[in-house]
């Protein structure tokens, strides 16, 4: 029988390694939100797109759903970062 103490550390560093992806996968994901912001704001597009928004939203609630996640968890993860990538659109233009 294994020790409740190894399983957990074991467990612990499972996390602590996918949120360090997570993180990187992030700012990778932010690098080309940042291009998409600056050809918005060199070609006078606005900030936000709502059509891309719903898109996208309805993709990640199918995603979440066939990896058994909380489509409702995903949609707000994904308005959570939506709302950042405007505010830096926003700035790029000057707008904020």
Do not use: C
């Amino acid at each position: 029988m294994s020790d409740p103490q190894d399983d957990l550390k074991r467990l612990r560093s499972s996390i602590d390694n996918i949120d360090a992806a997570v993180i990187h996968m992030l700012a990778e994901r932010f690098k080309r939100t940042k291009a998409v912001g600056e050809l918005k704001a060199a070609h006078g597009m606005p900030p936000a797109d709502k059509t891309r928004e719903a898109e996208q939203i309805e993709r990640l609630r199918r995603l979440a759903r066939e990896a058994d996640l909380d489509p409702d968890f995903a949609e707000k993860f994904l308005n959570f970062i939506v709302t950042e990538v405007i505010r830096h659109h926003e700035k790029l233009q000057g707008k904020s």
